[in-house]
Every structure is written in C-alpha cells, then in structure tokens.
C-alpha cells in the first residue's frame, strides 16, 4: 500500500513499567442468591467471599460465531459475533476449618453447587485485577466436580474446579479501583 510504513525494527525496545504477575488476580465467589445478579437485581456487597487459596486461574473466552454468508458477500464468507462462552479453571488448596475436620466455606460454596443440579448447581463469581486495573468480569457459572489433584504420599491436597458460563459475563468496575480524589 502506498504511503504507509511500519514500525522500525531498530526502534522496538522492552516495554517501561511493571510487569504484572499472575497471582495478581483475585477471585469471589457470591453467596447470595443468583436472581441478585440478573439485569435489575440487587447484589448485596456482603455475600461476596474471596477465595485467597487459589491457582491456575485460567478464564478462556469462546466467541460463539454465526455464519451469514448471503448474496451481498459477492462469494465470501459472511459472519457474525453472536455471544461469548467463558469456561474458567482454577486450583484450590483444600483447607479445614481451623481445629475442625469441615472445609472452609469457600470451598464448601463450590462443593455444595457441583454436588447439586438444575438452578442449584449455579454459582455467581468475579474475578479482577488485585491491584484495581481495568480488568473485571462477572457471571453466573455452572460448577463441574473438582478433579483431585494433589495425590502424592506427602502432597498437599488441591482441586481443579471447572466452571461454565450460564449466560453472559460481562465487564464490570474493577471494585478494587482506586477512587480519584
């Protein structure tokens, strides 16, 4: 193309600032009722409970994509972005209640809804940056069993949990933000 040029070569240098780290990313899990998180409902502050023992976590999003291909494409294909899938995997450390043999609520949030069926099985999390950038999602999940991961003689006992989108997920205000004065 005629009169454009490209970034010079010479010029490309390492990026300024700091780096962010994976564990930089925090997790809740809503303890509410999932009706609180649908358009026009009222999520209550308070039923937000972090998960802090948790690993991997890897959200991946899948654009759903709908073939429109018509005339007008004069023979090329034709798409279009109709949603978006989030599936999202995380590990846990698997941790008691201190001198009790219960599992601590977190993971007994999650535990219950995989355990469970229909609107039961459907639990409400966000995840954001800990550090309050602009990055933060929010959905409805449905919660596959944990698969055991920590299975060694002396390992430390962990879960993968794998959880499904159940609608959309969708951006929201980082809640660690800082607040401008």
């Known amino acids: 193309m005629a009169g454009t040029t490209g970034t010079n070569y010479a010029s490309i240098a390492p990026g300024t600032g700091d780096v962010a780290n994976s564990y930089e990313l925090i997790l ?19 039923k937000w409970l972090n998960y802090p023992e948790i690993s991997a ?11 429109i291909t018509n005339y007008s494409y004069k023979g ?39 355990d469970a069926d229909g609107e039961a ?30 299975t060694g003689d002396d390992d430390t006992a962990t879960d993968q949990f794998t959880l499904q989108s159940d609608g959309k997920v969708t951006p929201i205000t980082n809640p660690n933000k800082p607040v401008a004065p």
């Open 121 to 150: 099985n459907k639990i409400g999390i966000r995840w954001y940056d800990a550090l309050g950038a602009d990055e933060a999602y929010q959905g409805v999940f449905l919660v596959g069993h944990p698969e055991r991961q920590g």
């Open 57 to 67: 976590l890897n959200p991946k999003f899948t654009d759903t994509i709908k073939e």
């Open 76 to 114: 090329n294909p034709g798409k279009n972005k109709n949603g978006t899938v989030v599936e999202t995997s995380f590990t846990v450390t698997k941790r008691r209640v201190a001198g009790g043999v219960e599992w601590v609520p977190e993971y007994l949030a999650l535990k219950s809804r995989a």
């Open 28 to 46: 809740d899990i809503y303890t509410g009722e999932i009706a609180d998180l649908a358009p026009g409902g009222t999520v209550d502050p308070a």
